[in-house]
Structure formats: structure tokens, C-alpha cells
């Protein structure tokens, strides 16, 4: 009987841990796809665009999305909007909680017409 309820309590103990670890891998990813549309598209180099400001703002909110993952960080921007061409990079600048300014370089993956999917480092 007690090897039954220690094998229960293992078991219990091993899926909340997966779940904790399913959960982190969903939240603390650094891809997002953004559509293209008039509130979103700006124009760089002659090549639609998303918006700095739209980059600045995922990338913020994402950066630190769980206490145990990433570094916290304010007053994300970037110097221009992301240009919808696989490939594309840019640089924008945070806060870290700790006062220093930290470079967050940014990368488009996949660009259509419709939709630009981009990532970050943290």
C-alpha cells in the first residue's frame, strides 16, 4: 500500500513539473507573428514594414513574461519599423531592472504579404 502512495505522489509530482515546463516553453517563447495591415505597416527603405513601435511593445511584454525567465525591462524602443523581408534585422534598446541599457536584437523569419513572424534575443 505505501509503494502505491509513494508511486502516486512521484507520479503527481512528475506531470505538475511537465505541465510547469509545457507552460514556460508557451509563455517565454520569442517568436510572434504580427498581420500586416494599415494600423500595423510602415514604410522603410521602400519595403513594408512593422511598426517600431508595434516591435517595441512585443517585445517588452515578452521579454520577461514569467519571474524565473528573462530579464525584466522598460522603455523598450526601436530605431525604425522591422522590414517585412526574411532575414531583415534591427536593434532595439531596453532598461533592465538593474539600470543598464541591454540591445535586443531582433530577426524576421517568415514575410508574406499579410504577415510578418519575427523573434528576439534574450
Known amino acids: 500500500m505505501q509503494r502505491k502512495a509513494l508511486i502516486s505522489v512521484i507520479g503527481g509530482a512528475t506531470a505538475a513539473v511537465a505541465l510547469a515546463g509545457v507552460g514556460t516553453y508557451l509563455l517565454a517563447g520569442t517568436e510572434s507573428t504580427t498581420s500586416l495591415d494599415k494600423f500595423t505597416t510602415v514604410q522603410v527603405d ?21 519571474p524565473w525567465v528573462g530579464t525584466k525591462v ?8 522591422l522590414k517585412a523581408v526574411a532575414g531583415a534585422r534591427i536593434t532595439c534598446t531596453g532598461h533592465s531592472g538593474k539600470g543598464k541599457d541591454i540591445e535586443i536584437p531582433v ?16
Request: charged share 15%.
Open 46 to 66: 521602400g519595403h513594408p514594414a512593422l511598426s517600431g513601435e508595434i516591435v517595441a511593445g512585443r517585445a517588452q511584454s515578452k521579454f520577461h513574461p514569467l
Open 107 to 122: 530577426t524576421v523569419v517568415k514575410a508574406t504579404a499579410t504577415s510578418v513572424t519575427w523573434k528576439f534575443e534574450r
Open 74 to 81: 522598460s522603455g523598450v524602443s526601436c530605431p525604425t519599423g
